[in-house]
């Protein structure tokens, strides 16, 4: 891939966003430079090794630094002063009341104003509530110690964890916020490879669309999760309701699968950040307070469901078959899985865990909770247990061999928390079997 001009780019933060970006802006040609606080990260980044897993990454990291179109670095003034163009992709957390924690964006902002060395755009990639582009340019404004001038605009991400490259190449659009002609051509030449559309806007308006996106992908999910409940209380089919359900061009198919809830470092706090600013702002959005509620209520019913199975819980045996909040990532930032584990735990069970590639995280998340295994493999898992949770849909666990199951667990008990396995041929080779909804 050459673009027409190529871009001195600094991408600020390497995390899932910041790095994939950083990684995909170099294979378009650009000169790019990843900035991170974290003095181990750069270095291991610049040994070629990622800090999280994402398919394609690393091939795209090592050809960046081969060809030498993009580098790491640890300072943020040498990364700004050397780009004309900053991407925003630091994390915005979540505060206790549930507000987005913009430190990190303001202190690039501001490092910006100190370091306007030339004319600059300053993007915000990172998702973060409406009105902070118009924060960022009243620090430049009110920092900067010469006269240059400067562009901010909102590019919001819509990358998925596990599909982050594909996603970058072949997106549904670019949003691009500007309040310039200049900034609008500059983004505009950056993705000009892409082949997406355009979809140019105020800076509000940009960074409303990607809250509004997440907050209603989201809704889909809790919606399906709601209707599954009933399903249940009415012996119904919540696959086939959802199947049929998407069927209808104006629904949709994605994002209707039932199941213990949706998790990640995104959902649940851009819920919580859009509620919170929507109220600043003069309006109550009591839905998002309800798609969260219902979110976290399909762990619960998961739990009762178990017990309702199980009886009592002390001193039985459960194995965990995926643990990250989704497949295709090692991501276990708000997996339900969590959630599951403790509550499973406090309760006497004793847990055996199997991921296919969370396992160093999860070691690190799930540390100090008692009666608690990891296995290498998910037969060695389910070896002796009660009773099998299966918590994410890894294509792997689709494939195991349910006959060998059935022999190695002391009780052929199947909790399928995504859906993900064939109920009737679970029920066939002699499995108690509930999923969601069905
Ligand atoms: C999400 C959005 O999909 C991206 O567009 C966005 O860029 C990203 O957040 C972000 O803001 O950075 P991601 O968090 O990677 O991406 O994960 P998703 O694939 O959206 O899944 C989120 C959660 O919803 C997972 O726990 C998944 O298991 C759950 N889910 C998804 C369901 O329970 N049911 C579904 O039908 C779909």
């Not at 100190?114 to 998702?127: I, P």
């Not at 798609?291 to 009762?304: A, E, K, P, S």
């Not at 690190?364 to 002796?384: D, E, H, N, T, W």
């Amino acid at each position: 891939m050459k673009t027409a001009r190529k871009y001195k780019i600094c991408v600020v933060g390497a995390g899932h966003v910041g790095l994939v970006a950083a990684a995909c802006f170099s294979k378009l040609g650009h000169k790019v430079v990843c900035v991170d606080n974290d003095r181990n990260k750069i270095q291991m980044l610049k040994e070629m090794s990622m800090p999280f897993h994402e398919p394609g990454l690393e091939a795209l990291v090592k050809r960046g630094l081969k060809r030498e179109n993009l580098n790491f670095l640890f300072s943020l003034t040498e990364g700004i002063r050397s780009s004309e163009v900053i991407f925003i992709a630091v994390g915005t957390p979540p505060k206790k009341d549930g507000s987005a924690d913009l430190s990190s964006v303001e202190n690039v902002a501001y490092t910006a104003a100190k370091n306007l060395n030339s004319y600059k755009l300053v993007v915000g990639k990172s998702t973060v509530p409406v009105q902070t582009g118009k924060r960022i340019q009243e620090i430049i404004e009110n920092n900067k110690d010469n006269g240059l001038k400067f562009d901010v605009a909102s590019n919001p991400e819509f990358l998925r964890e596990g599909k982050a490259i594909y996603d970058f190449f072949y997106p549904d659009r670019i949003v691009l916020g500007v309040e310039s002609k200049k900034a609008e051509n500059i983004l505009k030449g950056i993705y000009s490879l892409v082949k997406a559309p355009f979809v140019v806007t105020d800076i509000n308006t940009a960074e409303l669309i990607k809250h509004a996106s997440n907050s209603f992908l989201a809704t889909k999910i809790s919606f399906i999760n709601a209707v599954s409940r009933v399903c249940d209380l009415a012996g119904a089919d919540i696959e086939k309701v959802s199947k049929a359900m998407g069927m209808d061009r104006r629904i949709g198919s994605a994002f209707l699968q039932a199941g213990i809830g949706y998790g990640g470092f995104c959902f649940p706090k851009d819920i919580e950040a859009f509620a919170y600013i929507s109220k600043k702002l003069g309006y109550e959005f009591g839905l998002l307070r309800e798609v969260r509620n219902i979110n976290q209520g399909q762990v619960v019913y998961f739990l009762r469901k178990i017990k309702g199975k199980l009886g009592s819980l002390k001193n039985k045996r459960a194995a965990v078959l995926g643990l990250s909040f989704k497949p295709g990532t090692d991501d276990m930032r708000f997996a339900p899985a969590v959630k599951i584990v403790e509550a499973l735990s406090q309760e006497g069970v004793n847990l055996s865990l199997y991921d296919p590639k969370s396992m160093g995280k999860s070691k690190k998340v799930l540390k100090g909770i008692k009666r608690v295994k990891f296995f290498k493999s998910p037969y060695a898992a389910v070896a002796g247990a009660d009773c099998v949770c299966f918590l994410t849909e890894w294509d792997e666990f689709r494939k195991l061999d349910l006959r060998k199951i059935k022999k190695i667990m002391k009780h052929p008990f199947i909790a399928d928390g995504r859906n993900m396995l064939d109920k009737k041929k679970v029920l066939a080779a002699g499995f108690e079997y509930f999923g969601i909804g069905r």
